[in-house]
Structure formats: C-alpha cells, structure tokens
C-alpha cells in the first residue's frame, strides 16, 4: 500500500523557519516527480514547490521563491520543504504528493497525496 507521510508542521513566529518531511513507503518514488501543495481555510489548494525525479529541476510560486527550497533524498524515498522568513499568508496546512515523472511538468496530475500537516505562523 503506499503511503505518503508528511510530519515537521508546527506552530511559529513570523520570520522563523520550519522543515517538512513526507517519506514515502508502499514503492520506490526514486522515478516520481514531488511536490508540496497548501490549502489555506476558504482557498483552493495552490502548488508551492515541485521537484523533479533526479533533483534536476525545481519549480516555486512566486509567493516563496527565495524563502522556500524542496529537496529529496532518494535512497530515503523523502522529499523535504525548508521554509524560512515565514509569513502569517504561509498559514495552510501542507501537502506532499507525487507522479510518475513522464519529463513533463512539474504543475499537474499528481496522483499521490499524504494526510498534509498543518503549518500555523504567528504574527
């Protein structure tokens, strides 16, 4: 069965920082795009980051460019999101999921998804 596990959510002051991890399990995701999505209360769910299977290539909303920076470890099957200058907009609760990377892009079709993990910034 797989599973998609995402942990490191929290409650933190504005300007402090927080990683998210989400390991993987049920499949080797080493040939699987990732991603990080977040869904604040009354909004759509928005892709934040993408990374591609080798690492190779990364994709950020404008929104956390430069604040933000997703990475993975395949052997560990574990994407992560490091978060830094955090903002109270930041406030969502966070999701990873992932695909099979075609080469395509990195926005669309994702097909696994974990519970997500609620990430609170304080003003």
């Known amino acids: 069965q797989v599973q998609l596990v995402e942990s490191g959510g929290g409650l933190v002051q504005a300007g402090g920082s927080l990683r998210l991890s989400c390991a993987a399990s049920g499949r080797t995701f080493s040939n699987y795009a990732r991603g990080w999505f977040r869904q604040a209360p009354g909004k759509e769910r928005d892709l934040v980051a993408a990374?591609?299977?080798?690492?190779?290539?990364?994709y950020y909303a404008d929104s956390v460019k430069g604040r933000f920076t997703i990475s993975r470890d395949n052997a560990k099957n574990t994407v992560y999101l490091q978060m830094n200058n955090l903002k109270p907009e930041d406030t969502a609760v966070y999701y990873c999921?992932?695909?099979?990377?075609?080469?395509?892009?990195?926005?669309?079709?994702?097909?696994?998804w974990g519970q997500g993990t609620q990430v609170t910034v304080s003003s």
């Open positions: 990374i591609n299977w080798s690492g190779g290539k990364t």
């Open positions: 999921a992932a695909k099979f990377d075609h080469g395509m892009d990195l926005l669309t079709n994702y097909n696994y």
